[in-house]
């Protein structure tokens, strides 16, 4: 994990198309990580090896909490902003959307 992402708990959040969810799943059990748990709009992966745990992987198909949409995703995907993060570009929220 990047060192230039602020992490303030144990996971790391991801929205994610729900299309999408077979083939991140397939690439992420390749590497190593399992999934633990699954609720509403949210997967739960984990990787543990060599008896240390990596950071966990929330993958959400909806900004909600509790199966209660807050942020509607369509908005997110068609204004997400890409910037560069260590030489690879990430999506993020376009905080203009939350106004």
């Known amino acids: 994990m990047s ?3 602020p992490l303030d708990s144990d996971n790391f959040d991801l ?11 397939e690439v992420l059990r390749a590497n190593g990580y399992m999934e633990v748990d699954r609720e509403g709009y949210k997967v739960l992966y984990r990787k543990l090896a060599h008896g240390d745990d990596h950071i966990a992987l929330h ?3 909806k900004v909600a909490w509790y199966g209660i949409e807050f942020l ?3 908005r997110i995907w068609e204004s997400y902003v890409k910037k560069k993060v260590d030489g690879v570009i990430m999506g993020f929220i376009n905080r203009n959307i939350m106004s």
């Open 59 to 61: 993958l959400h198909t």
């Open 72 to 74: 509607d995703s369509t």
């Open 3 to 5: 060192k230039s992402i």
């Open 15 to 25: 929205l994610v198309r729900p299309q999408d969810l077979p083939r991140i799943d």
